[in-house]
């Protein structure tokens, strides 16, 4: 086993640190880290917190980790910023607001840049949870960019999916987007203190409702969502089965994080969610789709790398032959995968057929 690989098994808080460095740069021997450690994660309860900016998502997980220490759970915590597209930095402020738990040894608190990556995550964030998860993490909570209505990545990391709403920010329309239903398993209406609070919730329950309806009627849906599932399982069902036990239906929670009022509530609906997930069938079946869907995710990345590293000199070509317009982009890519596939040795596009 890797020597940082057994450090982190140990519960070393200063290799699990720079685990997850090298893990977020790519850097060094990462992958045999992650090849050691997969075989001992898989325990810890994966919670991602998404939402439209201003909404208190970092608060929120402030408060979250309150509840979770008081139960004695260990929690780690990914908090992903923007990289900005023209310098390449990155505030990483969203720690700040967690300050209150950098004395203690059960919190891990890791930050992460986007590095231009979309859907609210960074590349690295779901190797990074994995390493938290072999930490002894019990938690781990994974708190996106702002969000909008299809930057959805954390729905292929996270077993239970936390959408952050508040009141005022937006007009109704908002609310019926089709993404944001497809992601959320919880939603908080944080920041229900103010006008508009009951609007918001009544809002989302309408739309829950649209939703669950729209797939019953067509046995047809598509996300993540519990009602999608049922739909699908409904459209052909299993005749040696057992029967569904119900689908899961979106919860909504007030909250006021600042106060920390209603937190405890919403901790309640997450933990429901969690034992659907693991007590019945489709909440299985939800399980076996993320996966195959980040399996997904893993694949491209792979094949991605491994293209760009055995073309070279022939991806480069094909730029030049597109930009001097003696080639299609599309013809230009045809071309390129067959180099790919025939190992990077045919002409470079431009070059002839």
């Known amino acids: 086993m890797h020597p940082l690989a ?43 917190v998404t939402g439209n900016p201003g909404a208190g998502k970092s608060t929120l997980t402030d408060r979250l980790i309150s509840v979770f220490r008081k139960q004695d759970r260990r929690v780690a915590v990914v908090a992903v910023d923007p990289t900005s597209p023209f310098t390449g930095g990155a505030i990483l402020g969203d720690r700040i607001r967690m300050q209150a738990h950098f004395g203690d040894p059960d919190v891990f608190i890791r930050s992460l840049a986007t590095r231009g990556a979309l859907g609210g995550l960074s590349r690295s964030a779901v190797d990074v949870a994995r390493v938290l998860d072999a930490w002894g993490a019990d938690v781990v909570l994974v708190e996106t960019v702002g969000v909008g209505q299809d930057e959805l990545e954390i729905t292929r990391t996270a ?32 920041k229900a203190d103010r006008d508009g609070a009951d609007a918001a919730v009544r809002d989302l329950e309408l739309m829950i409702a649209l939703g669950g309806e729209v797939a019953k009627a067509t046995g047809r849906a598509r996300g993540h969502s519990a009602a999608a599932l049922h739909a699908r399982a409904s459209a052909a069902p299993d005749p040696g089965g057992e029967p569904p036990a119900g689908p899961w239906v979106p919860a909504i929670a007030r909250t006021v994080a600042t106060r920390n009022e209603g937190v405890a509530a919403l901790v309640e609906q ?10 019945t069938e489709e909440g299985a079946a939800r399980q076996e789709e993320r996966l195959r869907e980040a399996m997904h ?57």
């Open 6 to 48: 057994e450090k982190v098994l140990a519960r070393d808080l200063r290799a699990t640190a720079r685990a997850c460095r090298l893990v977020d740069d790519r850097a060094g021997d990462y992958a045999a880290i992650l090849k050691d450690l997969f075989p001992h994660t898989g325990r810890a309860w994966v919670l991602g």
């Open 159 to 190: 077993h239970t999916t936390l959408v952050v709403a508040a009141p005022g920010m937006g007009d109704e329309v908002q609310a019926i987007k089709a993404g944001i239903l497809e992601c959320a398993d919880v939603f908080a209406v944080n």
């Open 270 to 279: 997450l933990e429901r969610h969690r034992a659907w997930l693991i007590g």
């Open 297 to 353: 995710v893993q694949l491209r990345d792979a094949l991605t790398d491994a293209a760009v590293a055995a073309l070279g000199p022939t991806l480069d070509a094909a730029v030049h032959a597109v930009s001097r317009r003696e080639v299609d982009p599309y013809t230009a890519s045809e071309r390129l995968v067959a180099a790919f596939r025939a190992g990077a040795g045919a002409p470079a596009p431009g070059a002839g057929a």
